[in-house]
């Protein structure tokens, strides 16, 4: 059985005191921040978000191993020390997070489905949260897994995008987080304006904010900064 995983993504926001510092104090400042941060974690990424949207200019990403039932708030009290000590240089806007769990509706492991802890990251992240309507709760499961046949289907003709799904269930707003890499922001978007055509999107509440972001780094994130 596969290990869960903790997924966390904390967007932050450069403050004016941060940029009224000189560039070598900005870069000084960043640097630090991001040696505490990255410590937080097993594995953590460094993303930039600006200028793709305006609210964050920064993502951070986050992955755990959830080794017993104490291993988020030991991750979350070290994430929040890690954060506390910069926030008039560097402030939390948004968090979306969640656990893995194997699919009911796909058997093993998909050959797209990213590994948090593989060295190796693509260009550009894209992250959003997701609820699904309670109609399609209340459907049979063989219902809903002749629409996922077809979702998954659409999916594999786009094998170079890979995701990752977190389940969030009674622990943020939304049900899950959809997280996909890709070399190419115009083929993921044609990927979802494929899925947009599928049966099972009647059936999407809602799943926004989307986030783009550049992965970056940390040497040249905090170049950016400087």
Not at 6 to 23: D, I, K, S, V
Not at 43 to 68: C, I, N
Not at 87 to 93: E, G, S
Request: overall charge neutral.
């Amino acid at each position: 059985m596969e290990k869960t995983v903790l997924g966390h993504f904390a967007f932050f926001r450069l403050t004016e005191a941060f940029w009224a510092l000189p560039p070598a104090q900005r870069r000084a400042q960043a640097a630090a921040w991001w040696e505490r941060i990255s410590q937080a974690a097993a594995r953590a990424y460094l993303y930039q978000v600006f200028p793709s949207r305006v609210e964050a200019d920064l993502l951070v990403w986050s992955a755990e191993p959830v080794e017993t039932a104490e291993t988020p708030a030991r991750f979350f009290e070290r994430f929040g020390r890690a954060v506390h000590g910069c926030r008039t240089l560097v402030q939390p806007v948004l968090t979306l997070w969640g656990f893995t769990r194997p699919s009911i509706y796909a058997a093993g492991r998909s050959p797209q489905e990213i590994d948090p802890f593989e060295e190796d990251r693509r260009p550009y992240l894209i992250v959003y949260p997701f609820v699904k309507t309670t109609d399609w709760y209340l459907m049979s499961k063989d219902a809903r897994q002749g629409m996922m046949n077809e979702h998954i289907r659409v999916g594999k003709q786009y094998p170079a995008i890979r995701q990752w799904l977190l389940y969030a269930f009674g622990l943020q707003d939304q049900e899950f987080v959809v997280v996909y890499e890709t070399e190419d922001l115009v083929l993921f978007s044609d990927l979802v304006q494929a899925l947009r055509g599928t049966e099972a999107r009647r059936y999407t509440l809602r799943d926004t904010p989307i986030f783009t972001a550049l992965y970056r780094p940390p040497e040249a994130a905090l170049d950016l900064l400087g």
